[in-house]
């Protein structure tokens, strides 16, 4: 399996054989690389995910969706360390999860694929030196979706399934949602032209509320921290007030952090106020393992 290392905060791409050697200089922090795990496989295609985790790690981890439009792109792995320094730098290990691309794949086949990157992840915690129990998952818009549908329709697992995968839990502790679509059904009105747009909703109007996320809302879904942009029209930011008040209502712990006068996305001091926001919520709420004195209790 291919592996590279990076270090914090040179950001210097060295040999495997050079990490050692990496490690013992003070102040750094080396970041593996495990590129392409495969998770699944459909039409003959790879579902993957690379692993990105610094040797300080606090044995938490938290999934990104790439997805935008529920396009999955793959990039380099060594050029995604910078964008998720935030999260490395606090000791979490970053799994970079694709799903089945738009065009060939619509939003429930998107939803399918990232629930099983999480029962895979949970399948092979120990591998990874993961905690099962911690792992967190966030992504923007289209990723921000597949996100919420983790943190709010997550299930235990089947044990009599044929698949061993599908024995494993899909469920996720925590969620970070930057402008997330919540319900799909005002982007399935063909009169709307958002369907030659994002191909991806070309799927049965029937089949709305099952991929929605507001739809799903229930006490035990995960810890949910939005993050919205009031100048929004993509996806305006009545998405996010509509399912942070549902979450409200059951008593999920969640938050919405209005980002003022952006649209949908933001950079430079808006993208520092965010990124720290979500690294603070999965410390939050991923945590420190309990001790097995605690575990006790």
């Not at 030196?129 to 697992?157: M, N, Y």
């Not at 839990?169 to 982007?187: G, I, K, N, Q």
């Not at 810890?223 to 998405?239: E, F, M, R, Y």
Request: net charge positive.
């Amino acid at each position: 399996m291919p592996k590279w290392t990076h270090l914090l905060p040179a950001i210097l791409l060295l040999a495997p054989g050079n990490r050692l050697a990496a490690q013992d200089r003070p102040g750094e922090t080396v970041i593996s690389i495990q590129a392409d795990v495969v998770y699944g496989h459909k039409f003959g295609l790879a579902l993957t995910y690379d692993v990105l985790q610094p040797s300080n790690h606090n044995r938490a981890a938290v999934l990104f969706m790439v997805s935008g439009g529920w396009h999955s792109s793959w990039s380099p792995p060594e050029k995604l360390v910078e964008q998720f320094r935030p999260l490395l730098q606090k000791g979490f290990t970053v799994f970079v999860v694709r799903h089945g691309s738009s065009p060939k794949f619509l939003v429930p086949e998107c939803v399918a694929d990232v629930r099983r990157s999480v029962r895979h992840i949970r399948a092979n915690a120990k591998r990874f030196q993961v905690d099962a129990g911690r792992l967190g998952a966030f992504g923007g818009s289209a990723g921000g979706h597949l996100s919420l549908v983790l943190g709010t329709s997550g299930d235990d697992g089947n044990p009599r399934a044929r698949d061993s995968l599908e024995k494993h839990s899909s469920r996720v502790a925590a969620v970070v949602a930057y402008f997330p679509p919540t319900d799909l059904a005002p982007y399935l009105d063909p009169a709307a032209g958002f369907l030659e747009r994002f191909p991806a909703l070309k799927f049965d109007p029937k089949l709305s509320q099952a991929n929605s996320p507001l739809h799903h809302v229930t006490a035990d879904d995960a810890p949910s921290l939005l993050i919205h942009g009031d100048k929004d029209k993509l996806v305006p930011i009545s998405h996010s007030r509509k399912i942070l008040k549902a979450f409200s209502e059951k008593k999920v712990p969640s938050r919405l952090l209005v980002i003022k006068d952006a649209a949908h996305g933001f950079g430079g001091e808006d993208r520092k106020r965010a990124e720290e926001a979500m690294a603070n919520w999965f410390v939050r709420y991923l945590g420190r393992p309990k001790t097995s004195k605690e575990s006790s209790r």
